[in-house]
């Protein structure tokens, strides 16, 4: 049985929890209040999951969810997922990460900027342009014919494929969205972002939390990222 470590327990890492222990996967999580904070989280996912330490989350499985704030994955340990097939759902937030100069210069991309920082990982960036509450709303079973699609993309083309693979046993489907140089087609504000899984894309940004979603196909996903203009990264006030 494959485990996912999972670092971060909150709105993403629970919901990604939660599809994994369905899928069968054990899971250890992690987030920075200790593995005695987890501990409602464990007894609700069962058997199959454990908390752990960042360290142990990393150590105990082949693949990693990372999700945790920006500014929190540059100062994990050096090294600490060399090696790991890394699930990165990072979105640059300025009021709540700081100005990052190359950010707002579109130097890099923010997947480009994480996989820099994380030395060695085999980084994809995935489930970032879904909201946390729309996952469990979209995972579908393998065979069911309204599937949604995630995009994903990496420099890596066999970490990539491994990606894929835990991605369709969590309940989606993917498209390979390019290389991270690409992936701003999916980052905040792009029509890549989270508004493409709403039912209603009309819904008004701050009724958004308790939006209805709907599932995407490969072509709906694929002519929003081909329709996708760069965001100006740096006129972002939010
Ligand atoms: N929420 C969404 O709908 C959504 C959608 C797409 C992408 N994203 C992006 O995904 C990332 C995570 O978002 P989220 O909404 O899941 O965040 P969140 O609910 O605020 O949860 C963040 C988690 O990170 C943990 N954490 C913080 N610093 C840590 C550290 N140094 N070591 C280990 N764990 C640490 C926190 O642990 P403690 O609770 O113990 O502090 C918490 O469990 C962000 O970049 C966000 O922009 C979010």
Do not use: C
């Not at 890394?86 to 923010?110: K, Q």
């Not at 996952?135 to 065979?143: H, T, V």
């Not at 709403?198 to 939390?209: G, H, M």
């Amino acid at each position: 049985m494959p485990t996912l470590g999972i670092i971060g327990s909150g709105n993403i890492g629970s919901a990604i929890a939660r599809l994994a222990v369905a899928a069968d996967m054990d899971v250890v999580i992690a987030n920075s209040r200790g593995v005695e904070s987890l501990q409602e989280l464990i007894a609700e996912l069962g058997p199959l999951a454990s908390a752990g330490t960042v360290e142990e989350a990393a150590n105990s499985a082949d693949a990693v969810v990372l999700s945790i704030p920006l500014t929190a994955v540059e100062n994990l340990p050096a090294g600490l997922l060399r090696g790991k097939i890394v699930l990165d759902t990072s979105n640059y937030y300025p009021f709540r990460d700081g100005r990052i100069a190359e950010l707002d210069t579109g130097t890099r991309t923010t997947s480009e900027l994480v996989a820099r920082w994380l030395d060695g990982a085999l980084y994809v960036k995935a489930f970032g342009n879904i909201l946390a509450h729309h996952i469990p709303l979209l995972s579908r079973p393998g065979d069911a014919p309204d599937r949604t699609v995630l995009p994903i993309a990496s420099n890596d083309v066999q970490a990539k494929g491994q990606a894929e693979a835990i991605i369709r046993r969590l309940g989606f489907d993917t498209l390979d969205a390019g290389t991270l140089a690409e992936s701003w087609r999916f980052e905040p504000e792009s029509a890549g972002y989270t508004r493409i899984y709403l039912a209603d894309p009309s819904t008004p940004d701050e009724q958004l939390l308790a939006s209805v979603a709907s599932p995407k196909s490969a072509s709906q996903v694929k002519a929003a990222l081909d329709s996708a203009t760069r965001v100006n990264v740096a006129e972002r006030a939010f």
